[in-house]
């Protein structure tokens, strides 16, 4: 069974870093591309970023730029490292787990079977 358990959220202000941590356990961690989504209130699940078993990394738009994931093998964990932090940032942020998806599946959470219980992330002005 998967378990994913993010941490590292919290309160930033405008122009702050954060380093998200989310530890898979239960299964073959190098087998699995991984996923960062946010929903903010009212709004939907928004993609964030993805890494492949090969570490090739893909952003939404919005994070380009400041935001990057990387992942660790050896200790089950991806991260998301988060510069520039702007109030539309806050968020809930998820990390996110699947087996089988192909480039142009990354993008919807509708294809993630595997989810953590998420991290609040306020970023004040």
Not at 11 to 28: E, K
Not at 29 to 44: H, I, L, S, V
Not at 50 to 76: E, L
Not at 101 to 119: C, E, F, P, V
């Amino acid at each position: 069974q998967v378990q994913l358990v993010e941490s590292g959220g919290g309160l930033a202000q405008v122009g702050d870093s954060l380093r998200l941590s989310c530890v898979m356990s239960g299964v073959a961690f190098n087998r699995y591309t991984m996923a960062w989504f946010r929903q903010a209130p009212g709004k939907e699940r928004e993609f964030v970023a993805a890494i492949f078993r090969g570490s090739n990394t893909y952003y939404g738009d919005s994070v380009k730029g400041r935001f990057t994931m990387s992942r660790d093998n050896s200790k089950n964990t991806v991260y998301l490292q988060m510069n520039s932090l702007k109030p539309e940032d806050t968020a809930i942020y998820y990390c996110a787990a699947d087996r089988t998806l192909i480039l142009s599946s990354i993008w919807n959470s509708r294809n993630y079977d595997n989810w953590g219980q998420g991290t609040q992330v306020t970023v004040s002005s």
